[in-house]
């Protein structure tokens, strides 16, 4: 990310209102740019693959024609040193909202989202954060602990289970917790009363030991072992 220009994002939605719309306020917000925009998740991959348009956060409608955000999202997240994805999402289906984590999504907002939570969106994807509206994160923790113990052969699967934690450090734990409230690393910092480097290698730490591929799936993980754990359980 360049300083001088801020935060690269790209826009991808069929519906050129909500690409207008959703530019009209990130252009006006200082440290942020729109460099390009599309409508389809074909033309979008094309478009992302040009060096003038490498951004640092795209937001990807679920729903499209032809390729759809989902698909759209796990081809992009293989590309080398991909851009953070935040999905955008009308509540049409919970099963979605999993694909699209599996396939890569670093975040997830509704589409009627105002222009705070949006602007807080883009700053906390650009920033390694997992920007999820709280309307939606209640959903994804139920849907991870009904398919708990069901098997899923993707390697961006569920989390891992409540025994998985057993590998981790006790301040890895508190760091895991803490991501879990939706703190970011330097409210972690300030609670725990260590520098923000430290949540950073604690967490990095986390990652590597459950196997979870980014953020957003250490905040299911911790929100998921708490809504699966037996009444009275600490």
Not at 27 to 41: D, L, N, Y
Request: glycine share 8%.
């Amino acid at each position: 990310m360049s300083e001088a220009e801020g935060i690269r994002v790209f826009l991808v939605d069929d519906q050129e209102l909500v690409r207008t719309g959703f530019a009209m306020i990130i252009e006006a917000t200082t440290g942020m740019i729109v460099i390009g925009g599309a409508g389809t998740g074909d033309c979008a991959l094309e478009q992302l693959r040009r060096p003038e348009n490498r951004c640092d956060v795209v937001l990807m409608d679920i729903n499209m024609p032809g390729i759809d955000g989902i698909e759209a999202t796990r081809r992009l997240v293989a590309e080398p040193d991909p851009p953070r994805v935040v999905m955008l999402t009308t509540f049409d289906s919970d099963d979605l909202l999993v694909e699209a984590l599996r396939a890569g999504a670093s975040g997830f907002l509704v589409k009627d989202a105002g222009a705070l939570e949006l602007v807080a969106a883009i700053r906390a994807a650009a920033a390694g954060e997992a920007p999820i509206s709280p309307k939606l994160m209640r959903r994804l923790v139920d849907s991870f602990v009904l398919t708990a113990h069901a098997p899923h052969p993707e390697s961006a699967g569920p989390p891992p289970s409540d025994t998985s934690l057993d590998a981790l450090t006790a301040r890895e734990r508190e760091i895991l917790a803490a991501v879990g409230l939706g703190l970011t690393n330097s409210e972690i910092a300030v609670r725990l009363h260590v520098a923000e480097s430290t949540v950073k290698t604690h967490l990095g730490s986390v990652l590597r030991k459950l196997g979870l591929r980014d953020r957003v799936q250490a905040v299911i993980l911790a929100r998921t072992a708490r809504a699966s754990a037996p009444t009275g359980a600490e």
